[in-house]
Antibody
Framework: QVQLVESGGGVVQPGRSLRLSCAAS????????MHWVRQAAGKGLEWVTI????????YYADSVKGRFTISRDNSKNTLFLQMNSLKTEDTALYYC????????????????????WGQGTLVTVYS | DIQMTQSPSSLSAFVGDRVTITCRAS??????LNWYQQKPGKAPKLLIY???SLQGGVPSRFSGSGSGTDFTLTISSLQPEDFATYSC???????????FGGGTKVEIK
């Protein structure tokens, strides 16, 4: 069965860095675009970033552009999120999610729906 | 950016009731609209994609409709396990990115 397991969350001070991982199993990881989505406590869902199936195309929410970097290692079935220059407003539960319908090019992605999600890893940024 | 507005933000209903949740986009998004269910402490679960396509394994009492800017999620007969928060999500284009509605919390009456 499809499984996504996030790790790497923790408590950090503003300005510091953190790297999240998402281990995938139960499907052909290299065939799917993947997303990170976050949710602050008691708040709604906020999309963070997407990476195409082959890692060629990546897009980010304006709120994290220039600070976060998404990447993947298809040989290890693992998705990553490198988070630099963390701010208190980045505090949230971070989910990785699979996208079976994405079509991505060098200029855009569309047709996205997120059919499997991990359980999330908590990132807390405070001084 | 495309804004998604859900209504109501919460509702109370009896088991067996028909429940309708609406989602409005700030611009036309064709049928690029998905619905998710989220229970406390759990990850979101995809219910409906492309406005009206039922995700595999989701009970047929869930249905979605709409196109353009106005969309609806309907639960035909509310079951005890359906008490949760429901969120819409537009997938019209990245960039700028996916956006979610604020959520509708469905509670027991």
């Amino acid at each position: 069965q499809v499984q996504l397991v996030e790790s790497g969350g923790g408590v950090v001070q503003p300005g510091r860095s953190l790297r999240l991982s998402c281990a995938a199993s139960g499907f052909t990881f290299s065939s799917y675009a993947m997303h990170w989505v976050r949710q602050a406590a008691g708040k709604g869902l906020e999309w963070v970033t997407i990476i195409s199936f082959d890692g060629t195309n990546k897009y980010y929410a304006d709120s994290v552009k220039g600070r976060f970097t998404i990447s993947r290692d298809n040989s290890k079935n693992t998705l990553f999120l490198q988070m630099n220059s963390l701010k208190t407003e980045d505090t949230a539960l971070y989910y990785c999610a699979r996208d079976p319908g994405a079509y991505c090019s060098s200029t855009s992605c569309y047709g996205n729906h997120l059919d499997y999600w991990g359980q999330g890893t908590l990132v807390t940024v405070y001084s | 950016d495309i804004q998604m507005t859900q209504s109501p933000s919460s509702l109370s209903a009896f088991v067996g009731d028909r429940v309708t949740i609406t989602c409005r986009a700030s611009q036309s998004i064709s049928n690029y609209l998905n619905w998710y269910q989220q229970k406390p402490g759990k990850a979101p679960k995809l219910l409906i994609y492309a406005a009206s396509s039922l995700q595999g394994g989701v009970p047929s009492r869930f249905s979605g409709s709409g196109s353009g800017t106005d969309f609806t999620l309907t639960i035909s007969s509310l079951q005890p396990e359906d008490f949760a928060t429901y969120s819409c999500q537009q997938s019209y284009s990245i960039p700028p990115g996916l956006t979610f509605g604020g959520g509708t919390k469905v509670e027991i009456k």
